[in-house]
């Protein structure tokens, strides 16, 4: 006859109580830098409520209207120096196309923020597991972004004295710049470095360049940031020098999220667990299985 035996590993009737304990022992600093499932509601109240605290603080800081000026003339001449100070030539000719200015000042003042919230919703629909730390870099950059407008307040093209830049949406007389016709007394003129036109753009396209599976998806993504830099430029509301400010605020934003985290955050597990209880018997359920009896037979 044959004979069976169970092999039965030792603790497996403590395997939900160790598995939650394990989870509810580590660290408050170890729980809060561990990937979680994004919660829907909270974070839309966290984008709102940051978003509204950028513009208010940025549009808080002083105008100075005189030393922006001053710095605008400095960034000028730099760019003269390095033989890349093209923008007005830009600025001309892209304005004598009307259709092509018209386009470009709707796209300046909207797809900025469609783009960027878009790209959120996708990454907490389909990356949940990247979703905080990537969220952590745009808000890193954003918040550096911050210091750069407070410590170098900075006039764009199109307000330097004595400039021949065209001021696109006032010539076109097309909706949506906060920092031309009436809606310019809402909006700190001078905050032009660095752009964050770019630094989200940039963010936008490396995300979806990184984790996108459709490859003209990706190659979108790519170009997205640069025909930003070519619309912030042409519609002279930037130099070139503040969309490599922009990159370098993006560069902070990933450290942080690395220095957080330990891993990039595309690097991280597309999915997690779920929140709460739930989550834990899921997860202590995944781990009592993996640990179950073996069952062998003998003859």
């Not at 200015?101 to 389909?126: C, D, K, Q, S």
């Not at 997860?283 to 009592?288: C, E, H, L, M, N």
Request: proline share 6%.
């Amino acid at each position: 006859m044959g004979e069976t035996t169970v092999t039965k590993p030792e603790g497996l009737e403590a395997a939900l109580p160790e598995t939650v304990a394990a989870d509810s022992g580590r660290g408050p600093l170890r729980r809060l830098r561990t990937p979680r499932r994004p919660r829907f509601w909270f974070e839309i109240l966290l984008i709102a409520v940051s978003y509204w605290t950028y513009s208010l603080v940025r549009n808080a800081v002083p105008e100075q209207k005189t030393e922006a000026l001053h710095n605008a003339d400095w960034i000028w001449q730099v760019e003269h120096h390095l033989g890349i100070a093209v923008e007005e030539s830009v600025n001309h000719a892209v304005n004598s196309v009307h259709w092509l200015i018209v386009g470009m000042n709707y796209y300046y003042a909207t797809l900025h923020f469609i783009v960027t919230l878009g790209v959120l919703v996708w990454l907490y629909r389909r990356h949940p597991g990247r979703y905080a730390a990537t969220r952590l870099v745009l808000f890193a950059t954003t918040a550096v972004a911050l210091v750069g407008y407070y410590l170098y307040p900075l006039a764009p093209p199109r307000l330097m004295n004595g400039g021949n830049f065209i001021d696109t949406v006032m010539v076109h007389q097309t909706w949506g710049s906060m920092a031309s016709g009436d809606l310019k007394h809402m909006s700190n003129q001078y905050a032009a470095m660095p752009s964050m036109h770019i630094g989200w753009s940039l963010w936008c396209g490396l995300t979806i360049a990184a984790l996108a599976t459709v490859p003209w998806v990706r190659v979108l993504g790519l170009l997205y940031p640069a025909l930003t830099l070519v619309v912030i430029v042409a519609t002279a509301n930037h130099f070139w020098l503040d969309a490599v400010g922009g990159m370098l605020c993006l560069a902070f934003g990933f450290t942080v999220a690395r220095l957080w985290y330990g891993r990039q955050p595309y690097a991280l597990p597309r999915t997690v667990p779920a929140r709460g209880p739930r989550g834990s018997r899921a997860a202590a359920k995944t781990s009592a299985h993996d640990r179950s009896p073996r069952v062998s037979g003998r003859h």
